[in-house]
């Protein structure tokens, strides 16, 4: 099987993992650049390390890198961010032990009207094969500029180009080419793209290549609107399995999340399938499928492009409403290192700050007051074989997983506690079975003695501290 790893790393720039402004800044930093490559993407105790290794909110909207479908400005703070995350893939021992070769496909700005950001995916060049689908193509002088990742024609072979030094640099010097049938010539690895923008071609083909902007063909998709970011689409080889997958990164923006996810469901690429192959669609969807919007998937699950299976799924099975003991089980987002908590739910009306195992108190979204909402990240796959998923993890390094420390209530299902190892990161005061928490809560109450101290403590660096200060979306894996 082939392990993916996921994350929103919240606005991902170079001061992420490299900020020398002051000493407090640069420690923090590192400390950061640690937690992401040590504790999350060296992948669960034990286990055998992802294979590709996606980020979304790659944050590029300043004015320096350019419009959508334009490879990623390698000098900007985004750009060098990426750059310095594989570096760090590179040189670490655990991923060097285990024969990793990692590499990158050259992120591409998603989106404009301030809604421009990029994706970058990692990949382990020893077990798959970045194939496209699309070919990097030239890009066009002003006044306009064609996106520089085109589909595969003869057309547009003609005016193939190289990445610029950085990204090519990324990419692996392994000599492997892709064969399409659009054309007689094998393209080179190193010069292939992924997809970032569609087209309904039921009645009208696609445009090869694509018109400069302004111009938009009344065929493009948008999602929902023009300059909304589209899922940005990059197809591997499996090495050992000789199977195809085809992964699908989506970051919506939330005012326009229901929207957007809902328009998934008319790309042409999302909606089938081929045999031998498996369609993997993940990220932040902005969806919270506990609020009432999850009817944004159900084209993907059960209309017209119903192959679909949802992996944090609020409901037990494809029909009916949301099972609130569910919801702990499938929340993704964290509160402020301010406003989060370790507390659970005894002698108090549940709320984002005194909840059950494993959210506990921590999970939410921040505001004045805070929100329950927070099961915005997920993953979906389709098989045109006789295929399955297994594994699926919500990588949350505070009660750890599985998520099996404590009972499951009636309601929860094994796919929501039978993920892969992640260690606890709560002290062990604050996640017990004892008095003064109820068994199969786990945390500390609000009256316990000192349980503000302790909450005090859970709000720190070494905690919830610099988690939030990493990203306020866990990650998420899976076996496909």
Same mark, same amino acid.
């Given at each position: 099987?082939?392990?993916i790893?996921?994350w929103?790393?919240?606005?991902?720039?170079?001061?992420k993992?490299?900020?020398?402004?002051?000493?407090?800044?640069?420690?923090?930093s590192?400390s950061r650049?640690a937690?992401?490559?040590?504790?999350i993407?060296r992948?669960?105790?034990?286990g055998?390390v992802?294979d590709i290794?996606?980020?979304v909110?790659?944050?590029?909207?300043?004015?320096?890198?350019?419009?959508?479908?334009?490879?990623?400005?390698?000098?900007?703070n985004?750009g060098?961010?990426v750059l310095?995350l594989?570096?760090?893939?590179r040189a670490?021992?655990v991923?060097?032990?285990?024969g990793s070769n990692?590499c990158?496909?050259?992120?591409l700005?998603l989106?404009?009207?301030?809604?421009q950001?990029a994706?970058?995916?990692?990949?382990?060049?020893t077990t798959?094969?970045?194939t496209?689908?699309?070919l990097?193509?030239e890009l066009y002088a002003p006044?306009g500029?064609?996106g520089?990742?085109?589909?595969v024609?003869?057309?547009?072979?003609?005016?193939l180009?190289t990445y610029p030094?950085?990204?090519?640099?990324a990419?692996?010097?392994?000599?492997?080419t892709?064969?399409? $049938?659009?054309i =007689?010539?094998s393209?080179?690895?190193?010069?292939l /793209? #992924?997809e970032?923008?569609y087209?309904? +071609?039921?009645?009208t083909?696609?445009p090869?290549p694509?018109?400069?902007? $302004?111009e938009? =063909?009344?065929?493009?998709?948008?999602?929902?609107? /023009? #300059?909304c970011?589209g899922p940005f689409? +990059?197809r591997?080889?499996?090495?050992?399995?000789?199977?195809?997958?085809?992964?699908?990164?989506?970051?919506t923006s939330?005012a326009t999340?229901?929207g957007?996810?809902r328009?998934?469901?008319?790309?042409?690429?999302i909606?089938?399938?081929s045999?031998g192959?498996v369609?993997?669609l993940?990220?932040?969807?902005?969806?919270?499928t506990?609020?009432g919007a999850a009817e944004?998937y159900?084209?993907l699950?059960?209309g017209s492009?119903?192959i679909?299976t949802l992996h944090l799924?609020?409901?037990t099975g494809?029909t009916?409403?949301?099972?609130?003991?569910r919801k702990?089980?499938?929340?993704?987002h964290l509160?402020?290192?301010?406003?989060?908590t370790p507390?659970?739910?005894?002698?108090?009306t549940?709320?984002?700050q005194?909840?059950?195992?494993p959210?506990?108190g921590?999970?939410?979204c921040?505001g004045q007051?805070?929100?329950?909402s927070g099961a915005i990240?997920?993953i979906?796959?389709a098989?045109?074989?006789?295929?399955?998923a297994?594994g699926?993890?919500v990588?949350n390094t505070l009660?750890?997983?599985p998520?099996?420390l404590?009972?499951?209530?009636p309601g929860?299902t094994?796919?929501?506690?039978s993920?892969?190892?992640?260690?606890v990161g709560?002290?062990?005061?604050?996640?017990t079975?004892?008095p003064?928490a109820?068994t199969?809560?786990?945390?500390i109450?609000p009256?316990?003695?000192?349980a503000?101290f302790l909450?005090?403590?859970?709000q720190g660096w070494?905690?919830?501290?610099?988690?939030?200060s990493?990203?306020?979306?866990l990650p998420l894996?899976?076996?496909?």
């Amino acid at each position: 099987m082939t392990r993916i790893l996921y994350w929103n790393l919240c606005n991902f720039s170079l001061p992420k993992l490299y900020d020398p402004a002051t000493f407090a800044t640069a420690n923090e930093s590192a400390s950061r650049q640690a937690h992401i490559v040590t504790d999350i993407m060296r992948g669960p105790t034990g286990g055998p390390v992802p294979d590709i290794i996606v980020v979304v909110e790659v944050f590029s909207r300043t004015a320096d890198v350019g419009a959508e479908g334009i490879a990623l400005n390698p000098g900007s703070n985004a750009g060098l961010a990426v750059l310095r995350l594989l570096a760090q893939l590179r040189a670490d021992p655990v991923l060097a032990a285990n024969g990793s070769n990692w590499c990158l496909v050259p992120p591409l700005n998603l989106g404009g009207i301030g809604q421009q950001e990029a994706v970058a995916v990692f990949y382990n060049a020893t077990t798959v094969q970045f194939t496209g689908p699309n070919l990097f193509y030239e890009l066009y002088a002003p006044p306009g500029a064609v996106g520089q990742s085109q589909p595969v024609a003869q057309a547009t072979y003609a005016k193939l180009t190289t990445y610029p030094a950085p990204w090519a640099a990324a990419m692996p010097a392994l000599g492997r080419t892709t064969s399409f $049938p659009q054309i =007689p010539q094998s393209i080179a690895e190193t010069q292939l /793209a #992924g997809e970032w923008q569609y087209y309904d +071609t039921t009645t009208t083909a696609r445009p090869i290549p694509s018109p400069p902007p $302004p111009e938009m =063909p009344d065929n493009r998709l948008n999602f929902p609107h /023009a #300059g909304c970011r589209g899922p940005f689409y +990059t197809r591997f080889l499996d090495v050992a399995g000789k199977r195809t997958i085809n992964l699908f990164s989506v970051h919506t923006s939330p005012a326009t999340a229901t929207g957007a996810v809902r328009r998934l469901a008319d790309v042409s690429q999302i909606t089938t399938v081929s045999a031998g192959e498996v369609n993997v669609l993940l990220g932040d969807f902005n969806v919270d499928t506990f609020e009432g919007a999850a009817e944004a998937y159900t084209n993907l699950l059960t209309g017209s492009g119903g192959i679909y299976t949802l992996h944090l799924d609020s409901r037990t099975g494809q029909t009916g409403d949301p099972v609130p003991v569910r919801k702990p089980y499938c929340m993704t987002h964290l509160l402020s290192a301010a406003q989060g908590t370790p507390y659970n739910d005894k002698n108090v009306t549940p709320d984002p700050q005194h909840n059950a195992y494993p959210r506990f108190g921590y999970m939410g979204c921040s505001g004045q007051p805070v929100s329950d909402s927070g099961a915005i990240d997920n993953i979906l796959t389709a098989y045109g074989y006789n295929g399955q998923a297994a594994g699926v993890t919500v990588v949350n390094t505070l009660t750890g997983t599985p998520y099996d420390l404590f009972p499951a209530p009636p309601g929860v299902t094994a796919d929501l506690t039978s993920g892969r190892p992640f260690p606890v990161g709560i002290p062990a005061k604050m996640l017990t079975k004892s008095p003064p928490a109820l068994t199969g809560s786990g945390g500390i109450t609000p009256n316990a003695g000192g349980a503000a101290f302790l909450a005090q403590i859970f709000q720190g660096w070494d905690y919830l501290g610099k988690r939030f200060s990493t990203s306020d979306h866990l990650p998420l894996m899976i076996d496909v």
